[in-house]
């Protein structure tokens, strides 16, 4: 007999049509593993994100238009404020529960921007990028990067001091760029910087453009995540055909029980933990500087570039290029664009293109996870650019060793850590190769008759052999005889590729893992 909802969405199956497509979803298996839930928490953090957001239009006036501040906060009464100023000031102070919706809305920003920066760099990390989920990787840094711009409209909206110290450096950004810059400012800003429309155009970019477009970005995710097979870490059973996981039902009570666990800790430090204190920064001028002003931490790769950067400037024909503005601008873009496009770069290198469900180790791509370690330490080594003047006033140094320890760190630091990031890899590929051969170290130290000491080693089970040998190694490409069937040799674009494939997988970018003969040998099996 069947109970009520059963009843329920076999009626609306039938009529909305979708019966067929649920019910195989239903039936779908996900894998379970911890590093999934990074997803999900950038997808509640999202929806938490839209809520908050909701509750606030209600209250917030995207208006510049000055008014006199008569609320509860006595230190700025009767000054001249914006409206959009005026109506934060009220909300945090005036209106029940106000200050904690404020909190969450951003403290939620920041966590969707964090959660999804680390689901990315897990995606990056395991192959997970690999065919046939190149778009899902487009789809997921295309979301980053609105959310990002997401944030830094957000955060100018209450028209603070803070705020528009953070716009005096967007607007000279956008003035360097050639051409374009001085119409972009005007069209952004309604005139001259301020202007008078600054917060009118930024709640409707912030509230209405970049929510739409991560909500089509989100939901087209959704949608190929579900019509694909999930991409799971290799083990015992698994392979590129199957699934080993929890049934779709698991899966969703688990995640609406996670969902409220996300949702609850947002909430919980909203409550205890200040952030963005308007009150204290004041009403934004355009004479006035707010001291120590730090963007949010992931906008302070763009800050940290900008503050490093020499003055440089060049005049042309009558124009001046404000080059100080403009290369950063240009490094930052590349950064994003070189890590962007990498999974259609790896493609192209390995020329693999067989469909892959499996996860990689990072340790078994040892090019690949250096070349990620990389990317994080120039982003790290631009954060603390940012900070360059809290860290000398800290530290009583002078805020110039400070920048030229960051300038020099942007160029130093990144070949340290890819030269460190890879030996570590082939090292961890070492030791999982004797492993295999000799088994674990017990630390049961045995003697010979003869008289030696060794070490006895137990051998490892048969789940353990698997994860450690499962994973496969590409052999680097070779330049076809003759490129163009002339005889002339290879073109230089296919020398390139070759190149670029030794340097992925040829000597001394992978340790080759043990075959099945070694194994039998050693352990005489």
Known sequence: MKVSGER?????????????????????????????????????????????GVYLSFYFHPSSEQVVYQGSYGPLQGQLVSEAFASTM?????????????????????????????????????????KPRELNWVLGFSLLVLAMFGGLTGYDLPNDLLSGTGLVVVNGTILSVPIVGTYLSMFLFGGEFPGDDLVARFNAVHV???????????????????????????????????????????????SAGFFFLVCGVIFFVAAVAQINPVWEYGPYRPDQVSAGSQPDWYMGVADGLLRVMPGWEISAWGHTLALDNLI????????????????????????DDREQH????????????????????????????????????????????????????LFVVPLVVYFVAKRW????????????????????????????????????????????????????????????????????????????SRRFYGGGSQIRKPTEDEYKEITHS
């Open 8 to 52: 329920v969405a076999e009626w609306a199956g039938v009529r909305l049509g979708y019966r067929g497509r649920a019910g195989g979803a239903l039936r779908k298996v996900f894998p379970d593993h911890w590093s999934f839930l990074l997803a999900e928490i950038w997808l509640y953090s999202f929806v938490v994100l839209v809520l908050t």
């Open 90 to 130: 009220h909300l945090s102070f005036d209106v029940r529960g106000g200050l904690l919706i404020r909190q969450a809305h951003h403290w939620a920003a920041l966590i969707f921007v964090a959660a999804l920066f680390l689901h990315m760099m897990r995606v990056f990390f395991t192959g997970a990028f690999r």
């Open 208 to 254: 209405l453009v970049i929510p739409a477009l991560m909500t089509v970005l989100i939901v087209a995710l959704v949608a190929l995540t579900l019509r694909r097979r999930p991409a799971q870490y290799p083990g015992p059973g698994r392979t590129n055909r199957n699934v080993v996981g929890v049934p779709a039902q698991v899966f969703l009570v688990k």
């Open 328 to 351: 950063p601008l240009l490094a930052g873009f590349g950064l994003f664009l070189v890590m962007g496009a990498y999974p259609f770069i790896e493609a192209w290198v390995t020329g």
């Open 358 to 409: 499996l996860l990689d180790r990072p340790r078994n791509r040892p090019v690949r996870t250096a070349l990620g370690a990389a990317w994080l330490s120039v982003y790290l080594v631009a954060l603390t650019g940012a900070a360059n003047d809290l860290i000398a006033l800290r530290l009583h140094v002078s805020v110039n060793s400070v920048t030229w320890a960051v300038r020099i760190g």
């Open 425 to 500: 890899a082939l090292g961890l590929q070492r030791r999982d190769r004797d492993k295999v051969l000799h088994g674990r170290e017990t630390g049961v130290v045995k003697r010979l008759p003869h008289g030696e000491y060794v070490e006895v080693h137990e051998p490892l089970g048969q789940e353990e052999l698997y994860a450690l040998t499962a994973h496969e190694q590409y052999a680097p490409l070779t330049p076809p005889a003759s490129g163009n069937g002339d005889g002339d040799g290879p073109t230089r674009v296919q020398q390139l590729r070759a190149g670029l």
